[in-house]
């Protein structure tokens, strides 16, 4: 990249975690009605997608939210960006709450927080050319940069790694990583403070993603631009963030620097999430140093989620306590300061194998015990 290209307003920002916090959230519920009946549709339950959680991003910081599918990370990701509407909580940016703001007195800081959307594929215009997609932001705005929309949609295809002389191809004369860069060239039009990136590499073909995601930290740290990095890729989010909230079920259940949460986790449900991720290893000694644990059943429907803590119905260490009180999210004894934890009986710090795998799902279970006749063979 170079260093002419690089906004002079975002060297300023600088990229430190210090100081007033660029984004903070607080409370941030989303619930969605479910209706039926018949003839009269009422609202008989709710969806609890996000369910209370607080979170914060410092300026020009890397901050990674992750978890399985379907635990509200992109649900999040919208309300943030005020894409969607929260049903309770706080959002407050730059010191400003913009919960319940409306479309005139968000308008000024749209341009300020951008999002990168997962699908490449639909999230541009087929109908428009890429020059259009990219000034369309500066247009909306009605920005007029120095030299002009077009010099400056060149300078971006430049910025992001492809051909300025494209500006009049189309998208799909592009592959998929070549259009998650569009995207990224169409979020940074507007010199934003802060991008939500929603599983911003997860559709694209795996020789690609590490392209995408070292053309995102290298935008990430020449501009001062602080992310808020969503995905269920744990490679890819250690890789990118500085710090990692776990989310499930609605809920963050654990928050903490990058290393303190890879290395030292105390929440079972971290320690489960780490332990099945792959890894490559040459001997079959350096693949026994790791824990495996694989648990049963599916996450639990987020309409009617358990009492207490969100995870007891698939974990090996709840107890009756864990059923009747909600865990609440603080530092627990022996944590890194920040390295908050949602657990009446965390684990211990350290990802080493145990005597024995857990193995909670008795089909699996079944599957690995040697039957009574096993040894009388032969």
Known sequence: MKEDLVLPAQREQGAGADGEPLLQVSGLTKHFPVKGGFPIRRTVGQVQAVDGI??????????????????????????????????????????????????????????????????????????????????????????????????????????????????????????????????????????????????????????????????????????????????????????????????????????GDRDSIYTRPRHPYTHALLSAVPEVSLTDEASGGRERIRLAGDVPSPISPPSGCRFRTRCWKAQDKCATEEPPLVRISGNHEGHLTACHFPEEPTIEAREEDIVLDPALAALEEPGPDAGAQG
Request: proline share 5%; with cysteine.
């Open 54 to 255: 607080d979170l914060t991003v410092h300026t020009g910081e890397s901050f990674g939210l992750v978890g399985e599918s379907g635990c509200g990370k992109s649900t999040t990701g919208r309300l943030i960006t005020r894409l969607m509407e929260p049903t309770a909580g706080t959002i407050t940016y730059r010191g400003r709450d913009i919960s319940h703001a409306s479309r005139k007195q968000l308008a000024p800081i749209r341009s300020e927080i951008q999002m990168i959307f997962q699908d490449p594929y639909s999230s541009l215009n087929p109908r428009q050319t890429v020059g259009k997609i990219i000034s369309g932001p500066m247009e909306i705005n009605d920005i007029n940069p120095a030299g002009g929309r077009e010099k400056r949609v060149r300078e971006l295809l430049e910025i992001v790694g492809l051909n300025p002389e494209h500006f009049n191809r189309f998208p799909h004369e592009f592959s998929g990583g070549q259009r998650q860069r569009i995207g990224v060239a169409r979020a940074l039009a507007l010199e934003p403070k802060l991008i939500v990136a929603d599983e911003p590499v997860s559709a694209l073909d795996v020789s690609i993603q590490a392209q995408v995601v070292n053309l995102l930290q290298k935008v990430q740290n020449d501009l001062g631009i602080a992310f808020l990095f969503i995905a269920h890729d744990l490679a890819v989010v250690r890789h990118f963030s500085q710090r990692v909230a776990v989310m499930y079920l609605g809920k963050i259940i654990e928050v």
